[in-house]
């Protein structure tokens, strides 16, 4: 059995056909990715090679993207927690070699990858290959933008797409398809997303990061696009644009049925095609090797350009952070200084007193300087040099907790709470969840956020807007456990 298996996966590898058509059975994100990797680095160079796939849910960001910038980092790790599977790769954050920006999968998208020669390298080539089977399926408006986007128009129809957008109102067309390309010498790698009929408002969700606004980074930002769905099925779509390329490279004897259904590698004039089973990237598979580097936490954050983090936004148009009732938001500041995922410099301090706000600044930088960012489980154990031994004991009762020395406890814990809120850490809500729990707050994906009364207040050191924004957030995530129910 086993060398059955490593003939398919050989054969693959070592095919030499100027054309070649592949299905990966597997939904692990990081083992279509390493597939698609090996393909590019072993196809024949003069070779045309198209991958196709369906991942399970998890958000892939690009080879230069910042991860607390573009993800809602908590909410994804909740719905990793919460999710009934035991899966660890399901909801995963994912790194992939190639530029581009910051896109969810799941089951109601399809993943499309060409490999090809460099020479003949266009950004919409196969763009234009796609949008070209998406109007022969009757999705009539699909055409590729300036951004080489595939997009639709913007209007619903009886048996049309479901409309969606990241930002509401919006009266132009809908995004459905992006891409992101990755040059090598004499390869060129072009791979997007379709969306047929993924769950628009977690991709929204999970691609709202609360940091976002605090965040000064390097690298490549995602640009906001409103989107949307065509509302087609996965064996219709994959149909069309294996057709469409068949067409394109005037290939003759393209039957996708026989390579849909062949236990091993099959071939006519000029292409051969197949099936990549689920167990490629298992242990002794030969993609694992390649599936494991991109599983690596130093691949996913500390591939990161140099951001900084400032509690008073760039942007004009954006409020300075808050901090809730136990600090002064006028005397109170952060500036942390990130650079390949590691904490070069941090300067916090939360008094109106220059001599103790250095004091503090210098304390937090001995605290997080060096400190890996994505190993650190709770920002407050590092606040303690903000505290002033004589407030210990001390319930808030000062104005904002505050005295000319330092924080008091209360204080303190609002503050690391507001920290690991910017960066994704922690228990949403900032306590653990019940998956049954957090079912009961939705009956309708679309009802409007309904104010609780329990749960927010001075009592947990929060004021009614961060209560707001908390339950809001819970409701959020009980959408998207709903949706994954359905």
Request: some cysteine; glycine content about 10%; aromatic content about 6%.
């Amino acid at each position: 059995m086993r060398r059955s298996r490593d003939r398919v996966l050989d054969d693959i590898l070592s095919c030499q056909a100027k054309h070649q058509v592949y299905f990966s059975t597997s939904n692990c994100p990081y083992a279509n990715l390493a597939i698609e990797q090996s393909l590019l680095e072993n196809s024949p160079g003069d070779s045309t090679v198209l991958l196709m796939y369906v991942n399970k849910p998890c958000v892939v960001i690009g080879r230069n993207q910042n991860p607390w910038l573009e993800v809602h980092l908590r909410r994804l790790e909740a719905l990793r927690q919460l999710s009934p599977s035991t899966d660890p790769t399901r909801y995963a954050l994912v790194r992939r070699r190639s530029g581009g920006g910051a896109v969810v999968h799941d089951r109601g998208n399809l993943n499309y990858s060409v490999i090809y020669p460099a020479s003949e390298f266009r950004r919409d080539k196969y763009a234009e290959l796609v949008a070209s089977s998406l109007r022969k399926l009757g999705v009539a408006s699909a055409r590729v933008n300036e951004r080489h986007d595939i997009v639709i128009d913007n209007n619903r129809r009886p048996g049309g797409f479901q409309q969606g957008a990241v930002h509401q109102p919006t009266s132009g067309p809908l995004k459905v398809s992006g891409s992101a390309y990755k040059l090598t010498k004499g390869r060129a790698l072009h791979h997007g997303t379709c969306l047929l009929h993924s769950h628009l408002g977690r991709i929204s969700r999970l691609l709202h990061s609360p940091g976002r606004a605090y965040i000064k980074a390097r690298g490549v930002e995602s640009v906001r696009s409103a989107i949307g769905n065509v509302m087609v099925g996965h064996d219709a779509f994959r149909a069309a644009v294996v057709k469409e390329f068949g067409l394109m490279h005037g290939l003759r004897d393209f039957d996708l049925e026989s390579i849909l259904a062949a236990q091993h590698l099959i071939s006519g004039p000029g292409w051969a095609g197949g099936l990549i089973p689920d167990y490629a990237a298992d242990t002794d598979g030969i993609f694992w090797e390649g599936a494991q580097k991109l599983k690596d936490p130093a691949w996913i954050y500390q591939q990161t350009p140099e951001f900084e983090v400032n509690s008073i936004p760039s942007d004009e148009d954006t409020p300075p952070l808050r901090f809730g009732p136990f600090l002064q938001d006028s005397e109170t500041s952060i500036s942390i200084k990130v650079q390949h995922g590691t904490i070069q410099h941090a300067r916090i301090s939360s008094s109106a007193d220059p001599h103790v706000a250095e004091r503090q600044a210098r304390s937090t930088n001995e605290q997080l300087s060096g400190r890996v960012l994505h190993e650190i489980t709770d920002f407050e154990p590092y606040l303690v040099g903000l505290s002033d031994p004589s407030l210990v004991g001390l319930s808030g009762s000062s104005p904002a907790g505050l005295s000319d020395h330092g924080l008091n406890p209360a204080s303190q814990n609002a503050l690391g709470s507001r920290l690991n809120y910017l960066f994704g850490i922690g228990h949403y809500g900032g306590r653990r969840h019940h998956r049954s729990a957090l079912l009961t707050k939705v009956d309708d994906p679309d009802d409007e956020v309904e104010e609780e009364e329990e749960g927010k207040g001075e009592e947990e050191g929060e004021d009614e807007e961060e209560g707001e924004e908390q339950e809001e957030e819970e409701v959020d995530l009980a959408k998207d456990l709903d949706e994954e129910d359905k």
